[in-house]
């Protein structure tokens, strides 16, 4: 039974981007731009697009897929990535394989998952090339294969991980491979002050290791590493998934609220910018490939304190988050996590092929349609 659905809406594009001020005579009504060591700072105080005159997301989908109960291809728990070929064919990673689709939901072929060349036991993520060639990496970037248009497997790579180790102490995160063939990865960094919140771990046992109750947000720096591996840019700063540390029969347990933040990385555009945002505020920082901050776009009064049914989706998700323990420890847990007063400011950006910056600010939640 399929538990997800795939749905391809049609955004309109209605009306261009404005143009930003350098002056205004009054900046709570205006985009301000000031130059702060040759980086461009813009400070948004509101919409340039009229109420109407943005994009506009269809209502009708032009494909559905996971509604064919008939249908075995159709059937998935989860989606490991997506793409859409320039002549409206779909690509799905699902449990390690990639299923296409024609522009109308017609299955036409699926690759097989393994550990054979062009398989994969999960895809981290799909990337669509010039010419409709599709790239398919796993979730550690560590083998990359490249297809087709028609789906036969083009060729094969490995990272060597000699070389990839040579450029730095990489740390776990969500690998990214830009279009380039480029990959965003992680690495410590000591300029990044210790904090109450970015604190390290201590050895507790033998091969045990915890960083200790109450709010925890471990900071490290991004970096662009070149597709020859070859050398690397370090970028903005990162973070894991926000969490809150419980002590609960000598461990502590982490759950992570559902209005904690995440960093998010982004890249795209002609010419190809990077984009990385701490999070929980508005600032988005725009990156060149060879390590240059060129922008900050930075939204004034973006957060904003929970809607009453937001709230209501809290403990559902609390709970899912807790596991074993008898119903005292998940509610005793439960009421020492820090509760949030604000929204995070962004849940994920994307950058199209033309530059724009997509910013999505909430969805992630029950509540939100």
Same mark, same amino acid.
């Given at each position: 039974m399929a538990? *997800?659905?795939?749905?391809?809406?049609?955004?309109?594009?209605?009306l261009l981007l404005g143009g930003c001020s350098e002056s205004t005579p009054d900046s709570r009504e205006a985009v301000v731009v000031r130059d702060s060591a040759g980086v461009a700072m813009v400070t948004n105080y509101r919409a340039q697009w009229a109420e109407g005159e943005g994009w506009q997301i269809d209502s009708v989908p032009r494909t559905s897929l996971g509604g064919a109960e008939a249908d075995s291809n159709q059937h998935w728990r989860y989606v490991e990535g997506a793409a859409r070929l320039s002549d409206g064919r779909i690509v799905l990673a699902v449990n390690g394989e990639l299923?296409?689709?024609?522009? @109308?939901?017609?299955?036409?072929?699926?690759?097989?998952?393994? @550990?054979?060349p062009g398989e994969f036991r999960y895809i981290g993520a799909l990337h669509v090339l010039p010419g409709d060639s599709l790239r398919v990496h @796993?979730?550690?970037g560590l083998k990359v294969a490249v297809f087709a248009p028609d789906g036969s497997l083009a060729y094969e790579n490995r990272t060597d991980t000699d070389k990839l180790r040579a450029l730095g102490r990489w740390t776990v995160c969500a690998n990214q491979y830009l279009a380039d063939g480029s990959r965003l990865l992680c690495q410590p960094d000591a300029s990044i002050p210790v904090t109450a919140t970015n604190r390290p771990s201590r050895m507790v046992s033998p091969g045990m290791s915890d960083p200790g109750p109450g709010l925890l947000r471990t900071l490290h720096r991004v970096?662009?590493?070149?597709?020859?591996?070859?050398?690397?840019?370090?970028l903005g700063v990162g973070a894991g998934i926000e969490q809150f540390g419980v002590k609960e029969g000598g461990r502590t347990v982490f759950v992570s609220h559902p209005f904690y933040s995440r960093s998010i990385t982004a890249a795209g555009g002609t010419p190809l910018r990077i984009a990385t945002a701490l999070n929980p505020e508005y600032r988005i920082e725009l990156w060149t490939p060879d390590g240059v901050l060129e922008r900050i776009v930075m939204r004034d009064g973006a957060r904003r304190a929970p809607r009453e049914a937001e709230m209501a989706d809290v403990a559902? *998700?609390?709970? *899912?988050?807790?596991?074993?323990? @008898?119903?005292?420890?998940i509610d005793r847990v439960i009421a020492e996590v820090h509760n949030p007063d604000s929204m995070p400011a962004m849940q994920s950006v994307v950058i199209t092929p033309r530059g724009e910056l997509l910013v999505m600010r909430e969805g992630h939640?029950? *509540?939100?349609?």
């Open positions: 538990f *997800s659905r795939i749905v391809l809406l049609l955004v309109a594009p209605l299923r296409w689709f024609s522009a @109308d939901g017609t299955h036409l072929r699926t690759t097989a998952a393994g @550990d054979g @796993d979730s550690r970096w662009l590493v070149s597709p020859a591996l070859d050398h690397a840019h370090p559902k *998700s609390l709970r *899912s988050e807790v596991l074993g323990g @008898d119903q005292a420890v939640l029950p *509540s939100h349609t």
